[in-house]
């Protein structure tokens, strides 16, 4: 079974900018299309970023132009630039392999990321 390991969180002002980093175990984890959901108090968990095993990204609208997926696979890890960061982004982000409908490994215990002044 693949283990998540998210890390990069914290707290941060409006417009301030954070990386987030999921070490992921296994050695197929290049197989893997990958993304990075959050959850925000109160709402539904949603998939803000996604990255094929090719490389080919797609954001959520309310992140597009402002955070950025990437991966390493020799490091088994996948990252989230977030840029110009918003109230709205304050949540727990957690990545896993899969898609908006699916997720296929168990969660890790995700990173927190908030957003105040």
């Known amino acids: 079974q693949v283990q998540l390991v998210e890390s990069g969180g914290g707290l941060v002002q409006p417009g301030g900018s954070l990386r987030l980093s999921c070490a992921a175990s296994g050695s197929i984890f290049r197989i893997y299309a990958m993304g990075w959901y959050r959850q925000a108090r109160g709402k539904q968990c949603e998939l803000v970023a996604h990255?094929?095993?090719?490389?080919?990204?797609n954001y959520a609208d309310s992140v597009k132009c402002r955070f950025t997926i990437s991966r390493d696979n020799d490091k088994n890890t996948v990252y989230l630039q977030m840029n110009n960061l918003k109230s709205e982004d304050t949540a727990v982000y957690y990545c896993?392999?899969?898609?908006?409908?699916?997720?296929?490994?168990?969660w890790g215990q995700g990173t927190q990321v908030t957003v105040s002044s």
């Open positions: 896993n392999a899969g898609s908006a409908a699916f997720q296929l490994f168990s």
């Open positions: 990255i094929t095993s090719g490389g080919s990204t």
